[in-house]
């Protein structure tokens, strides 16, 4: 742990998502490397700290942290020029005071969550080597992309030329990540997978 004193102060900044109910507030530490998301206060209650003290503020609606930055969806009755200022200094204290941001384990907990969701879909032969390179496609090309829009994306299945999608932080309920699914993500797996016929997109 360094010393305070020698620790640049914590600096902060907003970028738009293209979600407009959805402001990525980015900051000059490593909050957490991975990615989490809250949709409801229950399970930011039980593994994030940051997440709940978030929630406790009446116009959020959905925490997403991801390596230095955290997006957050407000509530539809919230206009942004009232609230994000706010948020900035929240977020900025609450980082400043060193507060925990995940609790340890939360990872793992993910992991055994998606093991068990995925744990249905087993792949073999021809089938799992696709499967590797869709996801290899997508970890490698759309990912770094929808990260810079305060998003996420995971492979969840393949399915009869059918790759099903999770969405999540900025990207889910947003209008144009459909609208980027279609046309980018399927038109680039459908090129280099020939295999894949559509790719379609759940909620996370």
């Given at each position: 742990m360094e010393n305070t004193s020698t620790k640049s102060p914590v600096m902060l900044y907003t970028e738009q998502t293209p979600n407009p109910e959805s402001l990525k507030f980015v900051t000059n530490r490593m909050l957490y490397k991975g990615t989490a998301d809250f949709r409801e206060a229950d399970m930011a209650q039980e593994w994030s700290p940051m997440?709940?003290?978030?929630?406790?503020?009446?116009?959020?609606?959905?925490?997403?942290?991801?390596?230095?930055?955290?997006t957050i969806t407000k509530?539809?009755?919230?206009?942004?020029?009232?609230?994000?200022?706010?948020?900035?200094?929240?977020?900025?204290?609450?980082?400043?005071?060193?507060?925990?941001?995940?609790?340890?384990?939360?990872?793992?907990?993910?992991?055994?969550?998606?093991?068990?969701?995925?744990?249905?879909?087993q792949y073999t032969g021809e089938e799992a080597e696709l499967v590797k390179k869709i996801k290899d496609l997508i970890d490698t090309y759309v990912k770094p992309a929808v990260e810079m829009d305060g998003g996420n994306i995971e492979f969840k299945k393949f399915d009869q030329g059918k790759v099903v999608v999770v969405l999540q932080g900025s990207c889910s309920g947003c209008p144009s990540s459909t609208v980027t699914l279609k046309a980018g993500i399927e038109g680039m797996l459908k090129r280099m997978v020939p295999e894949v016929t559509e790719v379609v997109a759940e909620m996370g």
């Open positions: 997440g709940t003290a978030l929630f406790e503020l009446p116009y959020v609606k959905g925490v997403y942290i991801c390596n230095n930055f955290v509530e539809f009755n919230y206009a942004w020029e009232d609230i994000m200022l706010k948020l900035k200094d929240f977020i900025k204290k609450y980082v400043e005071s060193e507060r925990e941001i995940l609790k340890e384990g939360f990872a793992e907990a993910m992991e055994a969550l998606e093991e068990e969701r995925g744990a249905s879909y």
